[in-house]
């Protein structure tokens, strides 16, 4: 049952969701509709900076895992997915991070000549709203505010003073000029220590319907056109049709996912499975990759961790939980000498596994002065047990070389594909990783910590680094390219305005079309990459204005 027509229809309201729906509505005579799968929330676990640490429970989260997983032990991994309006500027990881300016260069180097740096940046720029820098790399008028981490400490200055000692740059801003070195992590967080939503852009345009609880099943075509959108809704079938665009924002494992329901994706897959093929393009799921980090945890001398801190103010959170407002879990977290404005996350890092030969880091480092745990710790009994004193050293590797997928495995939306990581798959990857370690333990000896520093706790210094790491590496939760763009249409999925290749008015506007892995946070890279699609969709359905008379006359003048 067709239910409405609007000229827009974006599938996802997550952050690239949100910002392209924005921008499109700014033109007042246009309508928009937004497909969200999940509910808008407004608890405090999205509001409270410091309580991001909370993992999204099953109402927020699409409850993802990966196939056993051969580099890791066939391991399955969960995989987040924020299932939630304003996605994961909602809940999920709130580092801004946009990577290398040398990731967007590597584009531009495989034809992609509009995504080169000094054309992205200004995309970042326009969506920024810094609090702390003044310079050419940021914003200071856009809907998404950034701040650095002002919390300081012994622990973290001497830190700092570790890595310059061991050759590393103080950086305080390694969204600027540099990205290499160790300084401040950079927060999604306003100047009155809320977390950035996007979210609440979407609700003061008239012009925008959120439809929420809304899973998209299938783009509806008519030849080679996309014309609708098929949805269920509380076990209804729904239909919306578009005037202009249908564009998935629906996150690299759902946007393929839907494609391939579509009848787009390998004739393989879509024979075996009974689905009429609109378009065969083999590269729909392929291509898909992550950042993937081992854990590192380290002893402290008494008086430098905030584990017991932590601690109790979780535990009285969790006790009376229901019962709770953004307030008072202020107060709790303030009452144990934590600042709730910021996630536990002082210190960040970015280094290069070989500084002779690659031209950005391949390596970041996130150091927690509390001991969060996670699934590595629960999973494996290969953990030592943990004193009280200890730091979380999450040691990322960002340019991976391994390959993954993602396919559905029958035609029922609410059937979860099947995701392959393939991790650790390339020896390049777990060489980095061991590199890595290597590199943080020669931090760790400087004399500049004797004062904090009391031991290697994970791995320790007796362990396997290979077992470790197949044994304990989990995701960053930061997946990308399973419908990359490109040049031409070899292996890929779109070309560079998000375009389905053979298909009209379907583009794609999330990470899924990233072509290369940037070292940075996902998040903040699809909110620029919406911004960019954006301004390609409004010039393509721009109405045609023809030249006057003078204008033509001068034109033949060659005026």
Same mark, same amino acid.
């Given at each position: 049952?067709?239910?409405?027509?609007?000229?827009?229809?974006?599938?996802?309201?997550?952050?690239?969701?949100?910002?392209?729906?924005?921008?499109?509505?700014?033109?007042?005579?246009?309508?928009?509709?937004?497909?969200?799968?999940?509910?808008?929330?407004?608890?405090?676990?999205?509001?409270?900076?410091?309580?991001?640490?909370?993992?999204?429970?099953?109402?927020?989260?699409?409850?993802?895992?990966?196939?056993?997983?051969?580099?890791?032990?066939?391991?399955?991994?969960?995989?987040?997915?924020?299932?939630?309006?304003?996605?994961? &500027?909602?809940?999920?990881?709130?580092?801004?991070?946009?990577?290398?300016?040398?990731?967007?260069?590597? *584009?531009?180097?495989?034809?992609?000549?509009?995504?080169?740096?000094?054309?992205?940046? $200004?995309?970042?720029?326009?969506?920024?709203?810094?609090?702390?820098?003044? +310079? @050419?790399?940021?914003?200071?008028?856009?809907?998404?505010?950034?701040?650095?981490? !002002?919390?300081?400490?012994?622990?973290?200055?001497?830190?700092?003073?570790?890595?310059?000692?061991?050759?590393?740059?103080?950086?305080?801003?390694?969204?600027?000029?540099?990205?290499?070195?160790? %300084?401040?992590?950079?927060? !999604?967080?306003?100047?009155?220590?809320?977390?950035?939503?996007?979210?609440?852009?979407?609700?003061?345009?008239? @012009?925008?319907?959120?439809?929420?609880?809304?899973?998209?099943?299938?783009?509806?075509?008519?030849?080679?056109?996309?014309?609708?959108?098929?949805?269920?809704?509380?076990?209804?079938?729904?239909?919306?049709?578009?005037?202009?665009?249908?564009?998935?924002?629906? %996150?690299?494992?759902?946007?393929?996912?839907?494609?391939?329901?579509? %009848?787009?994706?390998?004739?393989?897959?879509?024979?075996?499975?009974?689905?009429?093929?609109?378009?065969?393009?083999?590269?729909?799921? #392929?291509?898909?990759?992550?950042?993937?980090?081992?854990?590192?945890?380290?002893?402290?001398?008494?008086?430098?961790?905030?584990?017991?801190?932590?601690?109790?103010?979780?535990?009285?959170? +969790?006790?009376?939980?229901?019962?709770?407002?953004?307030?008072?879990?202020?107060?709790?977290?303030?009452?144990?000498?934590?600042?709730?404005?910021?996630?536990?996350?002082?210190?960040?890092?970015?280094?290069?596994?070989?500084?002779?030969?690659?031209?950005?880091?391949?390596?970041?480092?996130?150091?927690?002065?509390?001991?969060? %745990?996670?699934?590595?710790?629960?999973?494996?009994?290969?953990?030592?047990?943990?004193?009280?004193?200890?730091?979380?050293?999450?040691?990322?590797?960002?340019?991976?070389?391994?390959?993954?997928?993602?396919?559905?495995?029958?035609?029922?939306?609410?059937?979860?594909?099947?995701?392959?990581?393939?991790?650790?798959?390339?020896?390049?990857?777990? +060489? !980095?990783?061991?590199?890595?370690?290597?590199?943080?333990?020669?931090?760790?000896?400087?004399?500049?910590?004797?004062?904090?520093?009391?031991?290697?706790?994970?791995?320790?210094?007796?362990?396997?680094?290979?077992?470790?790491? #197949?044994? !304990?590496?989990?995701?960053?939760?930061?997946?990308?390219? &399973?419908?990359?763009?490109? #040049?031409?249409?070899?292996?890929?999925?779109?070309?560079?305005?998000?375009?389905? *290749?053979?298909?009209?008015?379907?583009?794609?506007?999330?990470?899924?079309?990233?072509?290369?892995?940037?070292?940075?946070?996902?998040?903040?890279?699809?909110?620029?990459?919406?911004?960019?699609?954006?301004?390609?969709?409004?010039?393509?359905?721009?109405?045609?204005?023809? $030249?006057?008379?003078?204008?033509?006359?001068?034109?033949? #003048?060659?005026?």
């Amino acid at each position: 049952m067709i239910q409405s027509t609007f000229d827009y229809i974006i599938v996802g309201g997550g952050t690239a969701g949100c910002t392209l729906a924005a921008r499109l509505a700014e033109d007042p005579d246009v309508s928009v509709i937004i497909l969200e799968a999940g509910e808008q929330t407004e608890s405090w676990e999205s509001t409270v900076p410091i309580a991001g640490t909370w993992l999204p429970g099953p109402g927020q989260d699409w409850q993802f895992e990966t196939e056993p997983e051969p580099g890791l032990l066939h391991r399955k991994i969960q995989v987040a997915q924020p299932k939630v309006l304003g996605g994961g &500027s909602t809940i999920g990881e709130m580092m801004y991070a946009r990577g290398n300016a040398d990731d967007y260069q590597g *584009w531009y180097r495989a034809g992609l000549i509009d995504w080169a740096y000094d054309k992205v940046l $200004p995309y970042f720029k326009k969506s920024e709203c810094n609090l702390d820098s003044k +310079d @050419n790399f940021h914003g200071r008028n856009g809907q998404i505010s950034v701040k650095r981490n !002002t919390h300081t400490s012994v622990l973290t200055k001497q830190f700092i003073k570790a890595a310059e000692s061991t050759g590393y740059r103080n950086n305080e801003d390694y969204n600027g000029k540099h990205q290499d070195g160790f %300084g401040p992590a950079h927060f !999604t967080v306003d100047q009155s220590g809320v977390r950035c939503t996007l979210d609440k852009g979407v609700a003061s345009f008239s @012009n925008i319907k959120r439809k929420l609880n809304c899973l998209v099943d299938r783009v509806i075509f008519e030849k080679k056109t996309a014309v609708g959108v098929q949805t269920v809704r509380f076990g209804e079938e729904e239909e919306y049709r578009c005037n202009k665009e249908i564009i998935l924002c629906a %996150g690299p494992y759902n946007t393929p996912a839907i494609l391939q329901r579509s %009848g787009v994706g390998d004739v393989e897959l879509l024979d075996r499975l009974g689905i009429h093929k609109v378009r065969n393009i083999p590269a729909v799921g #392929r291509g898909l990759q992550d950042h993937l980090y081992v854990p590192m945890c380290i002893q402290l001398k008494p008086g430098f961790s905030l584990n017991a801190k932590h601690a109790a103010a979780v535990s009285e959170i +969790d006790e009376n939980r229901e019962s709770l407002n953004e307030e008072a879990v202020r107060a709790i977290y303030t009452s144990k000498g934590l600042d709730p404005n910021f996630p536990p996350i002082p210190i960040t890092g970015f280094v290069r596994s070989e500084p002779l030969v690659l031209q950005k880091p391949d390596i970041q480092y996130i150091l927690l002065p509390v001991l969060l %745990g996670g699934p590595w710790i629960e999973s494996n009994a290969c953990i030592p047990s943990v004193p009280e004193e200890t730091m979380d050293i999450i040691v990322a590797l960002l340019n991976p070389a391994s390959r993954g997928s993602v396919a559905i495995t029958s035609r029922n939306p609410a059937d979860n594909p099947s995701i392959k990581h393939n991790y650790l798959e390339e020896k390049r990857d777990l +060489d !980095t990783l061991k590199t890595a370690i290597g590199k943080m333990r020669e931090i760790l000896s400087q004399p500049e910590l004797e004062v904090v520093y009391r031991k290697e706790v994970v791995p320790g210094q007796a362990r396997d680094l290979e077992e470790h790491i #197949r044994e !304990t590496a989990w995701t960053m939760n930061r997946p990308a390219g &399973s419908c990359r763009m490109a #040049r031409d249409e070899k292996d890929s999925v779109c070309d560079y305005k998000g375009r389905v *290749w053979g298909l009209k008015q379907l583009r794609i506007a999330d990470s899924s079309l990233m072509p290369g892995m940037p070292a940075g946070s996902v998040t903040t890279v699809a909110n620029m990459i919406a911004e960019k699609i954006s301004d390609y969709v409004k010039a393509d359905n721009a109405p045609y204005i023809p $030249p006057s008379q003078e204008e033509e006359e001068g034109s033949k #003048r060659g005026l």
